[in-house]
């Protein structure tokens, strides 16, 4: 590998009913399907700078969990770096640039193992882990 590459970041990451993966702005589709306790797996490129997600849950807690090759996972709290709104925010949320300082650190429970996902990670969530729709984004350096 060259200096000028950068080597590739496994995710495995999962959420409710429904979660779409945002890379610096990219839709990223995931290499396998499944429901929300199947960890799909995801290729990043090594050098990118935001990972969010959007998930939807129409009833029990919503939440989305994940670990990466890198050594992240999802966790709550600033030290965590993982940050996460239930109300819709600007269509720029999933860029670098977006600037996400009013977004309030993620919460967490800890909810049940996934397969291929580390077993530290959490599921995080928004101020109300009952809510239907939030968005979550950590800024990786």
């Not at 960890?39 to 997600?53: C, H, R, S, T, W």
């Not at 939440?63 to 030290?79: D, Q």
Request: glycine share 10%.
């Amino acid at each position: 590998m060259s200096k000028t590459q950068v080597e590739s970041i496994i995710a495995m990451l999962t959420g409710d009913e429904m979660f779409k993966v945002y890379v610096d702005g990219k839709f990223m589709e995931p290499l396998n399907k499944g429901p929300w306790n199947v960890a799909k797996k995801y290729i990043l490129p090594g050098d990118f700078k935001v990972l969010a997600a959007y998930i939807t849950n129409k009833k029990g807690p919503i939440g989305f969990k994940g670990s990466f090759s890198n050594g992240v996972i999802t966790e709550p709290g600033a030290k965590g770096g993982w940050k996460c709104v239930q109300k819709r925010p600007s269509r720029a949320w999933i860029l670098p640039s977006y600037n996400d300082k009013n977004w309030k650190p993620a919460k967490a429970h800890k909810g049940k193992n996934i397969k291929g996902i580390n077993n530290k990670a959490h599921f995080i969530h928004a101020s109300k882990k009952m809510g239907r729709r939030i968005w979550c984004r950590r800024v990786f350096h």
